[in-house]
């Protein structure tokens, strides 16, 4: 079953009464409450500054596997609320993925880096000589990616995926650089939990390293999603005319990210669900069972 995304943006009293969780407008009396059943919920997020969720509703929400996502004042996501425990076999799960050798980690990296150009190349005007090049790339990876052929397909790539000017692909750069911090940011939190879920630390990475990154390990396992919230941005561009500054439509818009429907190992499935198959896969090859991280593949 397809899983529902919630967004507040205005000051809600969130709670919880069998097994619902119940929506009160406190400053709205003219709104009455509203109720979802919370096995329905996939993600949640949290935007304005008053809004106030009980302890209990929480609880239900963590153990339902509920994806919480919070914005901070400038209505940006800037954390997630995930369980404690997410798999009955935690501790072996991470002993698991905390002994993977090196040669593993950088053939795991070999597979990322190659699924994202491949899924990038997509985006390009067919049979472009930007859209060959990305082609070649992929094909070129060697383990662990040595000849960083993940920035020189970045460099084609974003010169050319949003038409002209070329894009300049910064955190603070001139939009739709919001629009896509906002969509990576939504895609973060989903493989963060997808992670958890499937019994793993999203602290540690298979590439990326920083000391300062509580998530080095989501940061590398959505590498290959990031285009498909390219292709909603893309779509925001051809479609609304200011996408200068991130309104309601607008994140309506990329928050259809969860529900995309994405073509992973063959089978169709929404996007909340490929990742979570992708997790899953990533966990198998940490234990041993299999050499494979399945990714999708960006069909358009």
């Known amino acids: 079953m397809i899983k529902r995304t919630l967004f507040f943006e205005n000051p809600t009293y969130l709670s919880t009464r069998l097994e619902q969780l119940v929506v009160n407008y406190p400053q709205r009396e003219d709104i009455d409450s509203k109720s979802v059943a919370i096995e329905d919920i996939g993600v949640i997020v949290l935007e304005h500054q008053q809004i106030t969720v009980t302890n209990a509703l929480m609880v239900k929400l ?27 076999e935690q501790s072996e799960r991470f002993k698991n993925q905390i002994n993977a050798s090196k040669p593993l980690k950088k053939n795991l990296w070999q597979q990322t880096v190659m699924a994202k150009i491949e899924n990038q190349a997509t985006l390009l005007a067919p049979n472009s000589k930007e859209q060959i090049r990305l082609v070649h790339l992929a094909q070129e990876v060697k383990s662990g990616d040595p000849h960083n052929c993940e920035g020189q397909a970045a460099a084609i790539y974003w010169s050319k995926v949003f038409g002209d ?7 603070d750069g001139a939009p739709p650089n919001n629009l896509l911090n906002y969509g990576y940011a939504i895609l973060r939190a989903i493989t963060a939990r997808a992670l958890v879920s499937s019994g793993m630390l999203p602290t540690l990475g298979i590439f990326h390293r920083n000391k300062y990154n509580a998530f080095c390990l989501a940061d590398d396992i959505m590498e290959p999603y990031r285009p498909f919230v390219d292709l909603l941005v893309r779509d925001v561009m051809l479609e609304v005319d200011d996408y200068f500054e991130l309104n309601k439509e607008i994140k309506q818009h990329l928050l259809k990210l969860p529900v995309m429907n994405v073509t992973i190992d063959g089978k169709n499935s929404p996007l909340m669900v490929a990742m979570s198959r992708t997790t899953n896969s990533l966990y198998e090859c940490f234990a041993g069972g299999s050499r494979k991280i399945l990714y999708p593949v960006l069909l358009i």
Request: charged share 15%.
């Open 165 to 171: 000017p070329p894009l300049i692909r910064h955190q």
């Open 62 to 88: 963590i153990e339902n596997n509920v994806c919480i996502i919070h914005c901070d004042s400038k209505h940006m996501p800037c954390a997630l609320t995930y369980p404690i425990e997410g798999h009955s």
